[in-house]
C-alpha cells in the first residue's frame, strides 16, 4: 500500500478532466467568434461584412470559424440567440426579484438599457439590421427572436396586472401597456450615443427617460 488516497471516479455521464477541457476551449472559441462576428456586422452591416474579416478579427482562420458555424448566415442567427437568452435571463431576474411593480417597471428600464450598453456593438447590429432587406435569412431571424419577444411582453403585462391590482400603475389594456412601455425604452435605446456612438452628447438623460416613464404609466 503506498498511501495514496485513490481517485474517485467521475459521476457516470459527467466528462472527465480532458473533456472537459476541451469542451471548454470549444466554448471560449466560440464566444470569441460571435464577439468578434457581432463588431464586424455592426460596423459594415450583413451584407458587406464577410467570414475571411470576421476570423480575421477573431484569431482564427476562416476554416477554424467554420467549425463552429455553418456559414455567415448561421453567424449572424446565433449572435441573436446568444444576445436573446442573455437578456431574457437578466429580464425574468428583475420581475422575479420580489420588488414592488412600480419599482420593477423602473428596474426593467434600466436592465434593457444596460444591455443595449454592455453590449453596443449588438445594439448597433440590432439597430443597423432593422429595415435592411436580409433575404431568407430573415425568417431565421424572426424564428430566433419571437419567442423571447413573446415571452418579454408576456412578463411585462403580467406585471402591469400586478401594478393594477396594488394601484401603483395606470389602468388600460396590460398587453397595450407592454407594448407602449417596450416602444419608449427602445426608442432611447435607438437615440442613444453610448450604443449608436454618433459621437453626441447625450440626448436624454436617465433621469429624464424614467421620468417619462413614471409619467406615462404610474398611478
Known amino acids: 500500500m503506498s498511501g495514496e488516497r485513490p481517485r474517485r471516479p467521475a459521476p457516470a455521464g459527467a466528462p472527465g478532466p480532458r473533456e472537459a477541457r476541451r469542451r471548454l476551449r470549444e466554448e471560449l472559441g466560440r464566444a470569441q467568434i460571435l464577439d468578434a462576428a457581432e463588431e464586424v456586422f455592426a460596423r459594415k452591416g450583413f451584407h458587406d461584412a464577410t467570414v475571411k474579416e470576421i476570423a480575421a478579427a477573431a484569431e482564427f482562420s476562416v476554416g477554424g470559424v ?105 389602468d388600460g389594456d396590460p398587453e397595450v401597456l407592454a407594448r407602449l412601455f417596450s416602444g419608449i425604452v427602445s426608442a432611447y435605446q435607438a437615440t442613444d450615443p453610448l450604443v449608436v456612438g454618433d459621437g453626441r452628447e447625450e440626448r436624454m438623460t436617465r433621469a429624464e427617460l424614467h421620468e417619462i416613464v413614471d409619467a406615462a404609466f404610474g398611478r
Open 66 to 170: 467554420y467549425s463552429f458555424f455553418a456559414d455567415k448566415d448561421d453567424l449572424f442567427v446565433q449572435i441573436y440567440l446568444r444576445r436573446g437568452a442573455e437578456f431574457m435571463e437578466g429580464m425574468r431576474a428583475v420581475v422575479g426579484d420580489g420588488s414592488s411593480p412600480r419599482a420593477t417597471l423602473h428596474r426593467l428600464v434600466d436592465h434593457q438599457v444596460d444591455f443595449f450598453r454592455e453590449h453596443a456593438n449588438f445594439g448597433r447590429l440590432f439597430l443597423r439590421a432593422t429595415g435592411v432587406t436580409l433575404g431568407a435569412l430573415e425568417s431565421r431571424i424572426d424564428q430566433a427572436v419571437s419567442d423571447n419577444f413573446t415571452e418579454a411582453m408576456t412578463l411585462q403585462a403580467k406585471l402591469f396586472r400586478a401594478g393594477q391590482d396594488a394601484g401603483e400603475l395606470r
